[in-house]
Nanobody, 126 residues
């Protein structure tokens, strides 16, 4: 069993920045990947970013590439999402997820992830 807890959401003006954090606990995590997904009202939950446990292979949705940076602290079992140049369309609930069997071909799919956090709200005003 793995528990994931996100933090760092809030309200920010367009062009601003936020950093989301997610800490994993409950079992040893030596491999796999962690990712971020988001869900806006009336929309499907969509992939944002992911990174393998060693932190060497980041992946990004086209909509956030160049603005967001995902990073992994595999000592503290934490993953971060630095969000810069935020846009109103980034407004969503952001979810942290853990995938116990990393594959670069599957990190963008919700079904690849075994555990999910409770979500943290990010609101970007225009």
């Amino acid at each position: 069993q793995v528990q994931l807890v996100e933090s760092g959401g809030g309200l920010v003006q367009a062009g601003g920045s936020l950093r989301l954090s997610c800490v994993a606990s409950g079992r040893t995590f030596h491999s796999g990947a962690m990712g971020w997904f988001r869900q806006a009202p009336g929309k499907e939950r969509e992939f944002v970013a992911a990174i393998n446990f060693s932190g060497t292979n980041p992946h990004y949705a086209d909509s956030v590439k160049g603005r967001f940076t995902i990073s992994m602290d595999n000592v503290k079992n934490m993953v971060f999402l630095q969000m810069n140049s935020l846009k109103p369309e980034d407004t969503a609930v952001y979810y942290c997820a853990a995938d116990m069997a990393y594959s670069s071909s599957w990190v963008r799919y919700r079904s690849s992830y075994d555990y999910w956090g409770q979500g943290t709200q990010v609101t970007v005003s225009s």
